[in-house]
């Protein structure tokens, strides 16, 4: 794949040729053509949160070429991973942890108890075998999570965590002023409430329990998993009742 | 090592901005960039080389750079880096995206290091409800101790068990097999950000035990 010829290609070259040649094959089943390109790069312009170089998708879609073809890597493996976190590994499975600890006390018993075990018993199996520990908001105390270091999350509950929690306000922010972070949240909480925040420094990862709200009393445990978000997980928000 | 990465306590960055319906990856490359790190399809090309850790490249970007990057840019930076000092790929074929066909492909190598016996597991030096100080440590490595926490007072909570320890030297080299207790430790909100946090707040953290000392 790699001749003479091809070696002179540039990086705008690269673009052109890339509906083609090498990089079409590096791209697999998820292999986009110039159009695709060019339509993440207006998006790129659109996002505000973070200045991306208006070629890192060309990039990347050089870096995964060459590794292609010096046959390091089967693009076929990559679409796998992806095909996971995007479909299967997410905060359903941390919800279906949460509503299974609300109608099942001895459950949850054993789940504040040792959450890597607990969490294994509905096959959420984490292939990093991640050492899971949950912490239950009650009226006196909430908790929630942060990586100051990094963005350390527990993938095998929550799948991958979004931009805000690998951002630098809420890295910064969450341990000194958890309660104007919380409150932005639109979670607010009385002086007498603890907040307990708990910092991902290690190889522990962290799920919250949120409290359970009133008015779900009669609802099954499917019904209950729904309610679950994402963010009551981590420990920014409550539950509101239905 | 003391930098941009270590954001605990700072100011100036502004609000907490969450994404309604946040989609997985924003961008395709943001898919296949982080298949290509997390993923684990670079596995074998790892052994034999010395690889440096992944968070250790990561904060050796420079501050400006860091807080410039969007987080999967980090990750390509990050990966490229490593793949560079191993001699895996080259500028050139990084720019083009084609192999140099002047240029041999790459062999796996055998694993090297990890042998010989297996440390006794320690015994732990604390226990729950132990009063300890995090040392005042600022190396130039990796470190899992965060700056907020140094030379603070802290209660431990829980002993997690026996880890390996995760610092590098300055030139992301694994310090060694270290194993060790990793505690969780209970800093009061007040010993760590004066009268700015609630008296009745606490940051919990996961410390190895080297990190801290009695109190």
Known sequence: ???????????????????????????????????????????????????????????????????????????????????????????????????????????????????????????????????????ENTPDVHNLVVCTLCSCYPWATLGLPPVWYKSSPYRARAGIEPRSVLAEFGTELDDDVEVRVWDSTAEVRYLILPERPPGTENMTEEELAQIVTRDSMVGVTKIAAP | MNTIHDMGGMDGFGPVEPEENEPVFHETWEGRMFALFAGGVLGPWRRGRNFPRFRWTLETIAPEEYLRMSYYERWYAALTNTLLGAGLVTERELETGYRDAERPLPTQLPATGGGGPTPPDPDPAFGAGDQVRARNLHPRGHTRLPRYARDKRGTIVTDNGIWRLQDTDENGQVLGNFPQHVYTVRFEGQELWGDRASPRDAVCMDLWEEYIEPA
């Open chain 1, 1 to 135: 794949m790699a001749d003479a010829k091809k070696d002179k290609i540039g990086r705008r070259e690269f673009l052109k040729d890339a509906t083609l040649g090498a990089a079409a094959v590096a791209g697999g089943a998820r292999a986009a053509g110039a159009e695709e390109i060019a339509h993440s790069h207006a998006q790129e312009q659109d996002h505000d949160h973070q200045v991306v170089p208006d070629d890192i998708a060309l990039r990347v879609r050089a870096l995964e070429s060459v590794l292609v073809d010096k046959r390091m890597i089967d693009p076929a493996d990559l679409d796998a991973v992806i095909d996971a976190y995007e479909n299967r590994i997410g905060p359903r499975n941390g919800a279906q942890v949460v509503a299974r600890a609300w109608v099942d006390p001895e459950y949850k018993a054993r789940l504040l108890e040792d959450g890597t075990a607990a969490i294994a018993e509905l096959s959420f199996s984490d292939g990093q075998g991640a050492y899971m520990v949950v912490k």
